[in-house]
């Protein structure tokens, strides 16, 4: 493949996949924005404490898309079909499983877990009310996620893109009329988050019913060892949300120590751009893999190596530009999202987007090179990266940070994770393990 064919193929599959991750992301902020400005602090306070739900399924959803989708694009790198519609099948059936389990959980477990996340009486019904139907609209995010990937996956990233952005849109049309004309408070907020995966299925549907898809749902045994397999591909997707999760429950639970359900809230300002911020770079990782994965499939190295430079380029020029964007304009920013004017949470906001947002260069080129090392194959560094950003440093740093410095250790945790994990992964790729 030639270098300009090779930049031109990786800047549409990466500008499509940014654009089509932004959107989704917007699922959250939407709600943020409208929660705000519609039920107050403690809307946002309710919100901040269930979304940690939202992206374990979420990160399900991708872990099966991803790992499937990559090992769809590997058969298809190796023009073996019959496994590759196989891959599909099991992704689909599995997916099916996951789904079922969460709506269970949402019938009868959703009460237990608002109390576990730490919902205090001001805040518990309107968290159990977005728990609860999150976790019933668990089979839609987690299937759009699978058919989000395969589509892009099966050469079709602009379709992938405009299911996203089509259903993001809706779901920020919806918000709007069920909270503020019909005033359906929290409900609202959550019900338009669940039927926007559901628009976005009916566009995917175009990429099946112009018959331009090369997966089939096809009747097998389930292979034990395929499926393994794609799950490994797809845990660090899984782990990079659970990160997330995790991350917010821990915050959450220190800062409620520290300063309150205010805290809380400022922290969901924080908390929602980190998920718009994380999705760019998502998206950028998500968008090379189709290449990597097929040049893999071949065995051509040189493409691999360089569509992982085009990445990480691109991550750090964008990275830039979002932390300009958020050191200078950090005021105007936490405003929009703090509609009762509440001084504390102004203050706790804009001191922690300035210190918080230092991170983004490091956290960017650890999703990136986690997933590159998914593409081809080496799972293991590739979990080393996702777990110490979920679990191994993390959890250390912020509460010996929040003892040592309050509410500023909170915040400084974040970028000292990522630089500690960044340095590790580029150890990993040069040693080739």
Known sequence: MKKQSLFKQFFTYVSLNICGMIGLSCYILADTFFVSNGLGTSGLTA???AIPVYSIVHGCGLMLGMGGATKYSIFRGQADSENASRTFSAVLFFTSVLAFLFVLAGL??????????????????????????????????????????????????????????????S???????????????????????????????????????????????????????????????????LVTEIASAIVMIAFNSILLSLCGNTGVAAYGVIANLSLVVTSIYTGIAQGTQPITSRAYGRGDRNTMKRALQYAVCCSLAISALIYLLFFFGAEAITSVLNSERDISLQYIAVSGLKIYFTAIPFAGF??????????????????????????????????????????????????VTEAVVCLAGVWLQQKGI
């Open 47 to 49: 919100l901040n404490l």
């Open 108 to 169: 009868f477990l959703s009460r237990p877990l608002t109390v576990l996340l730490g919902a205090d009486n001001d805040v518990f019904s309107m968290t159990h009310t977005y728990l609860t139907v999150i976790l019933l609209f668990a089979p839609a995010f987690m299937l759009n996620d699978v058919f989000i990937c395969f589509v892009r996956n099966d050469g079709n990233p602009a379709l992938s893109m405009a299911a996203m952005l089509t259903g993001s849109f």
């Open 171 to 237: 779901n920020i049309i919806l918000d709007y009329i069920f909270i503020f004309p019909l005033n359906m408070g929290i409900l609202g907020a959550v019900l338009a988050t669940g039927i926007a995966p559901l628009i976005s299925m009916s566009i995917l549907s175009v990429h099946g019913i112009r018959k331009k898809h090369h997966f089939h749902w096809i009747r097998h045994r389930i292979s034990v060892r395929l499926m393994a397999n794609i799950l490994s591909l797809g845990i660090p997707s």
């Open 366 to 415: 650890n999703i990136i090179l986690s997933t590159y090392f998914t593409t081809i194959e080496k799972t293991l560094p590739a979990q080393v990266i996702s777990l110490a950003r979920a679990l191994f440093v993390i959890l250390p740093a912020v509460f010996l940070l929040s003892s040592a410095f309050g509410v500023t250790g909170v915040w400084l945790s974040y970028p």
